[in-house]
């Protein structure tokens, strides 16, 4: 019975340990770096992201995330369309589905 003492030891200083681990790593390591900023943690220096390239050009609003940068605007929904008009990448034109079946405008 006398194991059973020792071994409640030392599972109380384990768990105090990592306890302690937990609640002062935080305060530790933390820096005011912004949400997407990189931080050394060896010199506690937070650093921006870099620049956007000067090659770089943003799809148009408008455009969905997977169409080509030379999309033209989406026309104004039809009366007779069920829904707003999408892009389609297969046809490489706005339009609808209608039925299962697509329907460029």
């Not at 390239?53 to 929904?77: C, I």
């Not at 389609?88 to 706005?94: D, P």
């Amino acid at each position: 019975m006398r194991w059973f003492g020792h071994l409640a030891a030392v599972i109380a200083v384990a768990f105090l340990l990592m306890a302690a681990a937990v609640v002062t790593r935080p305060g530790v390591s933390s820096a005011e770096c912004g949400p997407n900023w990189s931080r050394n943690p060896t010199t506690n220096e937070c650093k921006p992201p870099p620049p956007v390239p000067a090659w770089y050009t943003p799809p148009p609003p408008y455009a969905p995330s997977f169409a080509p940068l030379d999309v033209p605007p989406p026309p104004p929904r039809p009366s007779w369309a069920p829904h707003t008009p999408m892009w389609s990448n297969g046809y490489h034109q706005w339009g609808v589905y209608v039925g299962g079946v697509w329907v460029p405008l």
